[in-house]
Every structure is written in C-alpha cells, then in structure tokens.
C-alpha cells in the first residue's frame, strides 16, 4: 500500500488567484498522477508526473493552466493557475502500489477546491 | 485514446439482492480492469480487479466478470447491504501500472 498525504485539504480561492497543491508519499514512486473530480462526477485524468521529467497531459489539461512539479521520488505539486468557479473541484493525487506490480491506484484524500 | 462507458448511474435495490454495473471500453490494448468504491466524502478505494487473461473473478459477496471480444466487463454484488451503497467506478487501463480511465460511476443505493 501508499500513504499519501495532500495539503491543503480544502480551501477557498478568488477568482484569478492560483493555488498550490501538494501531495507527499510515503515511499518513492516512479509515476504520480493527478486527477479532478469535479462535484458529482467521476475522475478525469489531468496528468503523468515522473520524476525527472516533465509532466504528460491528457486532452484537455495544458501546461499554462495546471503546471506539475515532481522534484522527487516522494513528492509532487499540482498549481490551478488563474482560477475561475468551473476549477471549483476535488483535485486527488494517486500512485501506484507495490511498484506497480499489481497495478493498484492509491489515492489521496483529494484537496477541495471552491473558486468564488 | 481509451473512452469508457458505465451503466446504470444510478441503481437502488433492497437489502439481500444483487447488483450488476457494466461497462464497456473502446481499446482492445486495454488489459487491466480495477473497480473502485467510493463512499460519500472519502477517497476511491479498488475492491477487485481483473486482468485480460481471466474472464471472472470472485472476492467474498464481489464477482467480476470480462468479455474481451465484446470490450465489456461488469462488476455483481451479491447479498448487497446498506454498507454497499456507495458511488462505484469501473476503470481501464492498457496494462497494469499505468495510468487509469474511469467510467462516468453508478450510485448504488442499498435500502434496508
């Protein structure tokens, strides 16, 4: 298993203003991923962080927007730049368990978003 | 890229009776399929999984089954309890260790 620990746990943000996310594992792990889910809906892929290089992202999530961090093997950020209430969400950091191996999501406890 | 599809999106049933929720996916390269439950407020949890080269699964009250022809799979609970009724998401993703698509979610209701 993966324990994740994400900060902040929930915060509220005015338009135009960007946030950090962080999440911190208690293991090193190759890839981190980051997911939304906005209230009511499933989880959509944002992005593919690995350590040492830069982040994939899916269709639909640019750069500019939602720039990653991965300084590390243990640790990732995630900034929702210029803000605006449709950011309004649960952003949850997951990794892989058991290296992977068995292919197991393991997830954070997501860090709610409220964009005035 | 791998598109998947979940239904119902909603489904009630009384206490003791089975659930069904199917997907079906769009990649034939797709290999690992995980079903996570989510319960109001807290994180997605897997509770069974099932690779391409098995075609059903069972944990306890939890079955999974797969058709790879048809690109479908479908999660069944048997003997549902109120402590079932939570939000359930079917995934895919082309092998093991990587990234995961979710389906839309089914909320399951279990009545007492």
């Known amino acids: 298993s993966a324990v994740i620990s994400q900060k902040p746990s929930r915060d509220i943000c005015q338009r135009g203003t960007s946030l950090t996310i962080q999440c911190q594992v208690d293991?090193?792990?190759?890839?981190m991923f980051w997911y939304r889910q906005q209230p009511g809906q499933s989880l959509t892929l944002i992005a593919t962080?690995?350590?040492?290089?830069?982040?994939?992202?899916e269709s639909g999530f640019v750069i500019d927007k939602f720039p990653i961090s991965r300084p590390n093997l243990t640790f990732s950020t995630l900034t929702v730049s210029n803000m605006s209430p449709e950011d309004s969400s649960i952003y949850l950091c997951?990794?892989?368990?058991?290296?992977?191996?068995?292919?197991?999501?393991?997830f954070g406890e997501g860090s709610r978003l409220t964009v005035l | 890229g791998e598109n998947v599809e979940q239904h119902p999106s909603t489904l009630s049933v009384q206490e003791g009776d089975s659930a069904v929720i199917k997907c079906t996916y769009s990649?034939?390269?797709?290999?690992?399929f995980p079903w996570y439950k989510q319960e109001l407020g807290k994180r997605p949890q897997l509770i069974i999984d099932?690779?391409?080269?098995?075609g059903e699964k069972k944990d306890q009250r939890i079955a999974v089954t797969l058709n790879k022809t048809a690109k479908h799979f479908s999660l069944h609970i048997t003997e549902t309890q109120p402590e079932d009724s939570a939000v359930y998401f079917c995934?895919?993703?082309?092998?093991?260790?990587?990234?995961?698509?979710f389906g839309k979610g089914t909320t399951l209701s279990v009545s007492s």
């Open positions: 293991s090193q792990v190759t890839m």
């Open positions: 099932i690779r391409s080269n098995v």
């Open positions: 997951s990794v892989l368990g058991d290296r992977g191996s068995t292919g197991e999501l393991f």
């Open positions: 990649d034939s390269a797709s290999n690992y």
């Open positions: 962080a690995n350590q040492g290089s830069e982040a994939t992202y």
């Open positions: 995934a895919a993703s082309w092998q093991a260790g990587t990234a995961l698509i």
